[in-house]
């Protein structure tokens, strides 16, 4: 074991207010910090002057750095550096690979904490003003991710998918909307079921699609949604009115 730690700190969902007053304490104090597409300027901007910045986020917009780099750049950096800080959008153990990097620190002896952050999921919609759960509406949440690696065909377990009843996350579903659309409809979930797509969530540039789960495909592409976009399907979507927010 070193002397260094690493803290995998989550930036949360957009808006740098959203971000914990320790990731943030900690970013302030960091001697080098990594990070990557989805954390907001405004807190980089709060990495001392000195400390070392590594960007390992989408390069050219497409081309990402192989995990296995990142995780080994974590590792020579603890040599070099006490404190490290790898900051992540939301939270870094949800859909954000932080646990491999955690587990390559460790096996390189070095010692990593981990610092929560709010996830998309939690702080887009709260943001927004609409609940994941509501009693009589839905009684549970779940989160998938529709990204399952490079050239790997989408394999989700659409029949138990298709529950009206449970507010349906898809994380990384833009791409692939028009096929999760179908083949939740196609497992017996409602097409009428009320379904949001949300581009840039919690920043000023957010930008919010309200349709049915069969017709929001085609929304996204007429309202050309930019990424990140977060999905969400499920009654929660059509409480808007009595919560008095106008979405549309
Ligand atoms: C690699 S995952 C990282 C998730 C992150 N660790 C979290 O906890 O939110 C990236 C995906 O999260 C969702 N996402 C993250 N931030 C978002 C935002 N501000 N607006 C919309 N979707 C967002 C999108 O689905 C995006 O494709």
């Known amino acids: 074991m070193t002397d260094s730690i690493v803290y995998l700190v989550g930036a949360g969902p957009g808006d740098p207010e959203l971000m914990t007053l320790k990731g943030m304490r900690l970013v302030r104090q960091a001697e080098a910090v990594v990070y990557d597409r989805l954390v907001s300027d405004e807190i980089l901007a709060e990495i001392p002057k000195d400390a070392a910045r590594i960007y390992v986020g989408k390069q050219g917009g497409t081309h990402s750095i192989p ?24 939270d870094p153990f949800v859909f954000g690979r932080g646990a491999e990097e955690a587990m390559a620190l460790v ?73 999760i659309s179908s083949k939740l409809i196609a497992a017996g979930m409602p097409a009428d079921q009320p379904s949001l797509a949300i581009s840039q969530g919690t920043t000023d540039r957010e ?33 808007s009115e009595d919560l008095g927010i106008t979405l549309d």
Not at 115 to 137: K, W
Not at 219 to 233: F, G, R, T
Request: charged fraction near 20%; charge should be neutral.
């Open 207 to 239: 930008r919010i699609c309200r349709t049915s789960l069969k017709d929001l495909p085609k929304l996204v592409k007429d309202k050309a949604l930019e990424p990140p976009v977060l999905i969400v399907i499920g009654q929660v979507a059509n409480l």
């Open 107 to 179: 096996a390189a002896g070095v010692e990593v904490e981990v610092v929560p952050g709010i996830t998309a999921a939690t702080g887009i919609m709260s943001g927004i003003g609409l609940p994941l759960t509501h009693r009589g509406v839905a009684n549970g949440v779940r989160f998938v991710t529709a990204q399952c690696g490079k050239n790997v065909p989408l394999e989700l377990n659409w029949d138990s998918l298709a529950d009206p009843a449970t507010t349906l996350v898809v994380y990384m579903g833009l791409a692939k909307l028009p096929e």
């Open 67 to 90: 995990q296995a780099e990142i995780n080994a750049l974590l590792v020579d950096l603890a040599g070099q550096y006490s404190n490290v800080v790898r900051l992540k959008g939301g």
